[in-house]
């Protein structure tokens, strides 16, 4: 559904919600991006039509929101995709929520996602692995795989994913739509069910830039709630979209090259060649610690997601987190507790801390230089649904995307081609707060005016 059909009325917020629910109701016990859906969902279609006949409506009027089951939505279940807090009803609303009510969009329900956060295919959830609607019998990516399999399904037309190593991002490019990771503080993450409380954002997933740009700016912002979101100005990033680049310097890494598919380098250079014709440049940059993103991020990781976990025990809701999870959470839950003792501590996860302001300087000086990073997402295609992969393997897929985590910048993605059939997705990083440069670049590659 276009904006602008509903902004002039031609198509109601009830014809648009009662649309998404039937192609839900048709076809997603195949995709498998919804965990639950929101039962109230056509009356509050009904309260926003009434609003946009009274002139009173929000920024997001019409528009129909799936959101991750990591985000408390109030009176729906946030199941995190894990037996643990499979009947977690939320009694409270997120505050990314809260502003997407105000700005007056539908939530049409919860989407699935890797258990707790913890993968890169959207296979781990309890309740069963999301097909990728772009690529049928492949994964979708993860850890938001509901969320982007659910826009690339065309069953919302928003998403909200969590980002903390490439989560939004990955399935962004896995599904061929469009996802932003914010600077780390932009969007509060009151209501968030975290991962790794030092990387973890909310972002946008979307069919087109206009729609992500316009989610961003609704969800960002300093909340009072609290101490890590930023004091931003506020930004109305949809309105300040330009697809004029002149004078734009992106980098392009060459050690991209060493750590990714041939095949998926050919359609990168393809889209920033379109980027170039937009007036960009393409200069070559280096970053010489990348190699060491990945096994600083999982380390990081392991020990904030044991200590995280400390609070399902059983006794006040839901289960006891070891007793029921997957494979995957407890090898995290595992390993982050032998990090975290302390004759271990100094020896792995204050070294990866060091690791991580040294990639952080590097980021950020090469961006002193250039306005964009831009590359791959992911180092190889989606693998098969159900193909066995070791852990290593899995990890793999976060090796382009996790700096970006590590240095709290934001980036973003969007299709830049396919390799037989396959999406593959260009990743734009920027200082922080410079989401607009992200937005603008992606919308050039889109072809927008």
């Known amino acids: 559904m276009s904006m602008e059909e509903l902004r002039t009325g031609a198509v109601s917020t009830q014809e648009n919600v009662a649309r998404y629910l039937e192609a839900i109701e048709e076809r997603d016990s195949e995709v498998n991006a919804f965990i639950e859906l929101n039962p109230r969902a056509e009356e509050e279609a009904r309260r926003v039509d009434e609003k946009l006949r009274r002139g009173e409506a929000g920024k997001l009027a019409g528009l129909v929101i799936a959101v991750k089951s990591n985000i408390n939505v109030r009176g729906l279940r946030a199941t995190c995709a894990s037996k643990t807090l499979e009947n977690y009803v939320s009694p409270y609303d997120a505050t990314v929520i809260e502003r997407i009510r105000r700005e007056d969009g539908v939530?049409?329900?919860?989407?699935?996602?890797?258990?707790?956060?913890?993968?890169?295919?959207?296979?781990?959830?309890?309740f069963g692995a999301t097909q990728n609607p772009s690529a049928r019998g492949r994964i979708p990516g993860g850890s938001s795989s509901g969320s982007a399999a659910a826009v690339a399904a065309k069953f919302a037309d928003l998403a909200l994913g969590s980002d903390t190593g490439g989560s939004i991002r990955n399935p962004a490019s896995h599904c061929g739509v469009v996802g932003v990771k914010p600077t780390y503080g932009l969007v509060p993450r009151h209501g968030l069910i975290d991962l790794a409380m030092?990387?973890?954002?909310?972002?946008?997933?979307?069919?087109?830039?206009?729609?992500a740009a316009l989610l961003l700016e609704v969800i960002a912002g300093h909340s009072d709630r609290e101490a890590t979101t930023i004091r931003a100005r506020g930004e109305s990033y949809s309105s300040q979209l330009s697809a004029d680049l002149s004078g734009m310097k992106i980098g392009f890494a060459r050690e991209f090259e060493e750590y990714t598919a041939g095949e998926i380098i050919r359609e990168v250079k393809h889209a920033l060649s379109k980027l170039e014709?937009?007036?960009?440049?393409?200069?070559?940059v280096e970053l010489p610690s990348l190699e060491k993103a990945l096994p600083t991020y999982y380390l990081t990781v392991f020990v904030e997601f044991f200590s995280a976990t400390r609070r399902y025990d059983g006794r006040r809701y839901g289960y006891r987190i070891e007793e029921v999870c997957g494979e995957?959470?407890?090898?995290?839950?595992?390993?982050?507790r032998y990090i975290s003792r302390k004759e271990y501590s100094g020896r792995y996860y204050r070294r990866a801390l060091q690791f991580r302001s040294l990639i952080k300087r590097e980021m950020l000086e090469v961006l002193r230089s250039v306005d964009l990073i831009a590359g791959p997402t992911t180092p190889k295609l989606p693998h098969r649904l159900g193909e066995s992969l070791t852990p290593l393997e899995m990890y793999a897929y976060d090796l382009l995307t996790v700096p970006a985590n590590l240095a709290g910048i934001p980036a973003g993605v969007i299709k830049a081609g396919e390799v037989r059939g396959i999406p593959v997705g260009l990743q734009l990083q920027a200082g922080p707060l410079e989401e607009q440069k992200i937005l603008n670049a992606m919308y050039a590659l889109e072809g927008g005016e």
């Open 107 to 126: 939530i049409i329900g919860m989407t699935n996602m890797d258990e707790f956060a913890c993968g890169s295919s959207g296979e781990t959830s309890y």
């Open 198 to 211: 030092s990387l973890d954002q909310i972002g946008p997933l979307a069919r087109d830039v206009r729609s």
């Open 277 to 284: 014709a937009q007036g960009a440049s393409v200069v070559e």
């Open 328 to 336: 995957e959470v407890l090898r995290r839950i595992m390993l982050g």
